[in-house]
Each structure stands twice: as structure tokens, then as C-alpha cells.
């Protein structure tokens, strides 16, 4: 039920505005980081390695700790149609 969700998400992450916080300073940490690069100076400047760094944080979402918010919200995957 969602009283049951809302008991969750407060309990695990001290509420949905500390939960949605979590996750955008994850990405945004992590996602244009330049780890899709082949060396950290490259990454600095190449677009490409700023989206390849998104889709290591993309492919790496389920072992972030607020992976289960994704899966409560219907989340299956990022394949699929749009």
C-alpha cells in the first residue's frame, strides 16, 4: 500500500525529497565524471567519454543503494520502448 511505500522510503532514506536528492547528486557526480573515457585528461573534453560515463552510471543503477525506489516505481529497465 503506499502508507506501507511512504513508511519505506522515510524509513530508508529519510523521506521521497531526501530519496530524489540522493539520487540526482549520484549522477550528477558520477554520470559526467569521464569514466566513459580512456583517460582521465580525454574525458575533460570529449563528449563521448561524458555519455559513456552516463551509461556506466546507467548500467551500474542496480547496485546503487536506491535501486529498489526504481523498481517500486515500475522501472524494468532502460530497454524498451519509449
Known amino acids: 500500500s503506499d ?7 522515510d524509513a530508508a532514506f529519510g523521506g ?3 530519496a530524489e ?5 549520484d549522477f550528477f557526480r558520477h554520470a559526467f565524471d569521464g569514466s566513459g573515457a580512456d583517460n582521465f585528461f580525454d574525458a575533460g573534453s570529449c563528449i563521448d ?3 559513456t560515463s552516463a551509461w556506466n552510471w546507467c548500467s551500474r543503477l542496480e547496485k546503487k543503494p536506491f535501486f529498489p525506489l526504481f523498481l517500486l516505481s515500475g522501472f524494468t529497465g532502460f530497454d524498451g520502448a519509449f
Open 3 to 9: 502508507v506501507n511505500i511512504q513508511e519505506y522510503v
Open 16 to 18: 521521497v525529497r531526501r
Open 21 to 25: 536528492t540522493m539520487i540526482l547528486r
Open 49 to 51: 567519454g561524458r555519455l
